[in-house]
């Protein structure tokens, strides 16, 4: 057996002991907890093998507070001579547990070729996965080239400003050439970058009176109902229409989209104990938030003209209609070219350890890759790892064992074919 597949292979039970007992470290986001043991259990497995580990608390960012600090840690390895960086970034947060478990959200519980638990796909498997990549090259290719990173960053899950966003801006990837990001996309495919986002806020405004004389005020929220059958009829069709050369997964997310993610309007809802009776107001204010998510072949000021559009025409025909728009976040879409270095590298090592063609996706949703891309100034960049998305933020999450291990294959192979002089087979 060649080397290095055999350096992965005699590392199976490693592998399995180090998801499990990150899986078991519960870092859960909202609202950030853990974060800095995650990194020092990190810190106390590589740094006696001769990594350099900085840890950086992103202080000041969304959530940072001495009750719950957004820790990061970047392990480094300079070889033997100069040459290209390779990093490897991994989101250390999970989401909330949620209901319909039948497993231990936190026990890691092995099961045949499964772990389970909440952020074994999403992403402690392919953080686990990079590790054993990186320690399986090493050990082969003590004297490689350039040098080896690999990070474990906050907050992904919530918008990634106290994890990636706060380290490209202290410049963390000005010297690196490639990055790898192990989301679960799937051992045999790449994932070359994401959709755009949109989210804002619409408000329509009235005037508050008694329910009893409707009349003598201006409901908000048939203002709204107005602004909604204005979506219906319009934009939806319209959106539905849009098609992207992107090649997003699943096929739904190949046209823009557009969800309400919330509405709001007329009195406050009370608590589920409380047991008193509503009181009877004309609404004065009702707001939605709209979750807008666009093309590559999209500019984001048409994006937002399509909606400023719609609310003008809706005014235009209904008296006394008057609204607000915010906007609340957007992201702008990232795709990396099939060209650059780190796909092709990747797509030639999916083909030699698993013996056919890489599939090429494209994320409906965002990632860390956005702050890398507009921050870090780094196109060289792609998601890459083990696991099935559909099973991420679900409940009885799982990683596959035997995923985990091929796509530790692809990485280490990956750093064979970038760092190692003597590249040879897998
Ligand atoms: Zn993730």
């Known amino acids: ?86 990093h490897f970034n991994s989101h250390h947060d999970v989401v909330e547990v949620g209901h319909g478990w039948t497993r231990d959200p936190f026990g890691a519980e092995l099961d045949g ?47 990634g400003y106290g994890g990636v966003a ?5 410049g963390a990837y000005a010297h690196v050439d490639h990055v790898i990001i192990p989301e679960p996309l799937h051992k045999d495919r790449i994932c070359l970058g994401h959709r755009g986002v949109w989210w804002a806020e619409i408000e329509t405004q009235g005037r508050i009176a008694h329910g009893s004389m409707p009349f003598l005020g201006d409901c908000a929220v048939r203002h709204m109902g107005a602004v909604l059958a204005e979506m219906e009829a319009a934009l939806w069709p319209l959106l539905a229409a849009k098609r992207t050369e992107m090649p997003v997964i699943p096929e739904g997310a190949r046209s823009s989209t557009l969800n309400i993610n919330a509405i709001h309007g007329g009195a406050a809802e009370q608590a589920e104990d409380y047991t008193g009776l509503p009181t009877p107001c004309v609404p004065d204010r009702c707001r939605i938030t709209i979750d807008r998510r666009f093309l590559i072949e999209e500019d984001l000021a048409e994006v937002k003209a399509e909606v400023t559009a ?75 790892g083990p696991g099935v998305l559909d099973l991420a933020h679900q409940p009885d999450e799982w990683i596959g064992v035997q995923d985990m291990l091929d796509s530790a294959g692809v990485m280490a192979l990956v750093l064979q074919d970038l760092l190692c002089r003597e590249a040879g087979s897998y």
């Open 166 to 170: 706060f380290l490209a801006e202290r």
């Open 113 to 159: 070729d499964r772990i389970y638990g909440r952020g074994a796909c999403d992403m402690k498997g392919g953080l686990a996965a990079s590790i054993i990549a990186a320690e399986a090259f090493v050990a082969t290719c003590p004297d490689h080239a350039g040098s080896i990173e690999i990070s474990a960053t906050a907050d992904e899950e919530s918008g």
């Open 1 to 86: 057996m060649n080397l290095l597949k055999a350096a992965i292979a005699a590392r199976r039970d490693q592998l399995i002991a180090l998801t499990q007992d990150l899986i078991r470290i519960p870092t859960l986001n909202p609202p950030g907890r853990h974060y800095r043991d995650i990194c020092d259990y990190l810190q106390a497995r590589m740094a006696p093998q001769g990594w350099e580990c900085e840890m950086i608390r992103a202080h000041g960012a969304p959530g940072d507070s001495e009750q719950f600090p957004r820790w990061n840690i970047v392990a480094r390895r300079r070889g033997a001579g100069p040459g290209d960086c390779v």
């Open 310 to 384: 719609l609310l003008e025409r809706v005014r235009a025909r209904r008296p006394g209609f008057r609204y607000e728009i915010r906007d609340l976040f957007e992201v702008i879409p990232s795709m990396t070219d099939r060209e650059a270095p780190v796909v092709r590298t990747t797509a030639a090592a999916i083909e030699r350890v698993l013996g056919r063609e890489a599939g090429f996706v494209v994320s409906p949703g965002t990632y860390d890759q956005k702050h890398i891309d507009r921050i870090g100034k780094l196109k060289n960049c792609i998601a890459y």
